[in-house]
Structures are given as C-alpha cells and as structure tokens.
C-alpha cells in the first residue's frame, strides 16, 4: 500500500469513475492507443491504491499498455510518463519495470539515459 493517505486519495482520484470512462472511450474508439494508455495508467493507480489487489492491477495495467503497444501510437512517450509516474510515487514495481522486455523500445531514446541518470542507475 502507497504511503499516500489512501481513503483521502480516493476520494479526490475517483479512479471508479475514470476507469469507467476509459472503458468506455475504448468501446467506442478501440484502435485509438491513447486510451489504452490512460487506462493502463488508471488501472496501475488503482492497484498502487488498493482499489484492487495488487497483482491484479498490475497485470490489468500492463494488459492495457500491451494493447497501446500493438497500436502504436505514442508509446515511447506514454512509457516514459510511466516511468515518471513510478519514480515520483516509488512504486516499488520500477525496479521490475525496468528491466521488462516490454519496455526495451525507451532503451533507445535519448531520454532513457537521463532517466537512468535520476535514479542513479548510470554509473
């Protein structure tokens, strides 16, 4: 569980609502990656806040980033916002995460060794 107070965090989050959202965005718009994006984003906050169990959102998240992968898109830049995201709340999954075969493709940008860099990995 997040070291953020979680019931105030979901109350202001309103993950539910989001997700159901993006869900919908999705029906309607199925091959727009963005989406898929933000739904995977949304569902790795709800495990990070105990919206559901852990490994659960985790496995729902990467679902979703799989499928904005497969459309392509912007998913360099949606991998670094994850990162992002990872780093500023220490979702302990970074470490994980980082070495993902999924995530090889930011390995490549001129940003991954800046990254590397922020968390001292570049040594």
């Given at each position: 569980?997040?070291?953020?107070?979680?019931?105030?965090?979901?109350k202001?989050f309103?993950?539910?609502?989001?997700?159901?959202?993006?869900?919908?965005?999705?029906?309607?718009?199925p091959?727009?990656a963005?989406?898929?994006?933000?739904l995977?984003?949304?569902?790795?906050?709800?495990?990070?806040?105990?919206?559901?169990?852990?490994?659960?959102?985790?496995a729902?998240?990467?679902?979703?980033?799989?499928?904005?992968?497969?459309?392509?898109?912007?998913?360099?830049?949606?991998?670094?916002?994850?990162?992002?995201?990872?780093?500023?709340?220490?979702d302990?999954?970074?470490?994980w995460?980082?070495?993902?075969?999924?995530?090889?493709?930011?390995?490549?940008?001129?940003?991954w060794?800046?990254?590397?860099?922020?968390?001292?990995?570049?040594?």
């Open positions: 569980m997040s070291s953020l107070d979680t019931d105030q965090t979901r202001n309103r993950l539910d609502q989001a997700a159901a959202f993006f869900e919908r965005a999705q029906d309607l718009e091959s727009y963005p989406i898929w994006v933000s995977a984003g949304t569902r790795s906050w709800e495990a990070e806040l105990g919206y559901r169990p852990r490994t659960v959102g985790i729902l998240a990467w679902q979703s980033a799989k499928r904005a992968l497969e459309l392509g898109g912007t998913l360099v830049d949606a991998a670094f916002e994850w990162l992002r995201r990872a780093y500023e709340t220490r302990a999954s970074l470490a995460t980082l070495g993902n075969p999924y995530l090889r493709s930011p390995h490549d940008d001129p940003r060794g800046a990254f590397l860099k922020k968390m001292k990995l570049d040594g």
